[in-house]
Nanobody, 126 residues
């Protein structure tokens, strides 16, 4: 599976960005992880083919919204009210096979994803 992510850039605090990730074929789950300088890669959000969505607990305030266009095998991450702490490289990740159980928990783990995009840098200035 080939992944093409785009949409990163430099934005001022309080601003918005929209990330996109297109896959070369149909997938079960597509998600976003991010890695800030000197930190581990963290789960951001994921969406299944059926459009079940899961977000990191720290993002449940509604600043980020993940969506999916199945016809285009593409996901989007709308990021609003961006904060300097959101500065990171954002990685798109894909899981091909459906999870029958524990999807809500398992899809938060990077180990559940088989394919990764090249990353797109988001920089939020204060």
């Amino acid at each position: 599976v080939q992944l093409q992510a785009s949409g990163g850039g430099l934005v001022q605090a309080g601003g918005s960005l929209r990330l996109s990730c297109a896959a070369s074929e149909r997938t079960y789950a597509m998600g976003w992880f991010r890695q800030a300088p000197g930190k581990e890669r963290d789960f951001v959000a994921t969406i299944t083919w059926d459009r079940d969505t899961y977000y990191a607990d720290s993002l449940k305030g509604g600043r980020f919204t993940i969506s999916r266009d199945n016809a285009r095998n593409t996901i989007y991450l709308q990021m609003n009210s961006l904060e300097p702490e959101d500065t990171a490289v954002y990685y798109c990740a894909v899981r091909i096979n459906r999870l029958i159980t524990s999807a809500r928990m398992r899809l938060r783990s990077s180990s559940e994803y088989s394919y990764w995009g090249q990353g797109t840098l988001v920089t939020v200035s204060s």
